[in-house]
């Protein structure tokens, strides 16, 4: 067992315990080989001492015993699975309407926004346009449209943004948890956890 192996075997024997704590254990076991190197050990005879003696302190968890289905629930899922599957796919369906349509106004704002701007940099162009003509009340109420619209439509495209961001969030925790209705990882329901760090 060379080094990598040795750190490897170790960080998973250590996986239940806290990172720091992780992090403490593994250096004083990397100083515990070096110095069993220096007394003469070989890498692999120190490194198998170590071992050993640290899965006594941690034991590998067992894994609990696989459960049977009934001959009766195999009957039931196969025979309810017309409705079952029907009603997952529904389910499914509305689940990316809903989204859908999120998106949509999410969208729909960001287009908005952008229009007013557009919107009000034309009006204030054809104020000018118009002051030059010699129009300069109509200029005016342009400019000021304009510069109206524009305004606006930061606004509005400010309060976008902040919808965009709402929305990927609201997307990534409805993933991740439909993610978790089908794989709960090795200790049960932790995908969020997991995804958080």
Same mark, same amino acid.
């Given at each position: 067992?060379?080094?990598?192996?040795?750190?490897?075997?170790? %960080?998973?024997?250590?996986?239940?315990?806290?990172?720091?704590?992780?992090?403490?254990?593994?250096?004083?076991?990397?100083?515990?080989?070096?110095?069993?190197?220096?007394?003469?050990?070989?890498?692999?005879?120190?490194?198998?001492?170590?071992?050993?003696?640290?899965?006594?302190?941690?034991?590998?968890?067992? /894994?609990?015993?696989?459960?049977?289905?009934?001959?009766? %629930?195999?009957?039931?899922?196969?025979?309810?699975?017309?409705?079952?599957?029907?009603?997952?796919?529904?389910?499914?369906?509305?689940?990316?309407?809903?989204?859908?349509?999120?998106?949509?106004?999410?969208?729909?704002?960001?287009?908005?926004?952008?229009?007013?701007?557009?919107?009000?940099?034309?009006?204030?162009?054809?104020?000018?346009?118009?002051?030059?003509?010699?129009?300069?009340?109509?200029? /005016?109420?342009?400019?000021?449209?304009?510069? /109206?619209?524009?305004?606006?439509?930061?606004?509005?495209?400010?309060?976008?943004?902040?919808?965009?961001?709402?929305?990927?969030?609201?997307?990534?925790?409805?993933?991740?948890?439909?993610?978790?209705?089908?794989? %709960?990882?090795?200790?049960?329901?932790? %995908?969020?956890?997991?995804?958080?760090?």
């Amino acid at each position: 067992m060379n080094k990598k192996e040795f750190t490897k075997t170790l %960080t998973k024997l250590l996986k239940d315990l806290p990172r720091a704590e992780r992090r403490d254990r593994l250096a004083f076991y990397e100083e515990m080989l070096a110095d069993r190197m220096e007394e003469g050990m070989t890498e692999a005879e120190a490194a198998e001492s170590i071992i050993l003696s640290a899965r006594e302190e941690f034991p590998a968890e067992e /894994l609990p015993a696989k459960r049977r289905m009934s001959g009766l %629930t195999i009957a039931l899922l196969v025979l309810g699975s017309p409705i079952w599957i029907a009603l997952g796919v529904v389910f499914f369906a509305v689940l990316i309407s809903l989204f859908a349509a999120l998106w949509a106004v999410v969208i729909s704002i960001f287009a908005v926004g952008i229009a007013l701007m557009i919107g009000g940099l034309g009006g204030m162009v054809l104020g000018a346009m118009h002051i030059f003509r010699g129009r300069a009340g109509t200029g /005016l109420a342009f400019i000021g449209a304009g510069l /109206l619209c524009t305004g606006l439509g930061i606004l509005v495209t400010i309060a976008a943004v902040a919808a965009c961001r709402g929305a990927a969030k609201l997307t990534k925790s409805t993933a991740l948890w439909i993610a978790s209705l089908f794989y %709960t990882g090795k200790h049960g329901n932790n %995908t969020g956890s997991e995804h958080a760090r």
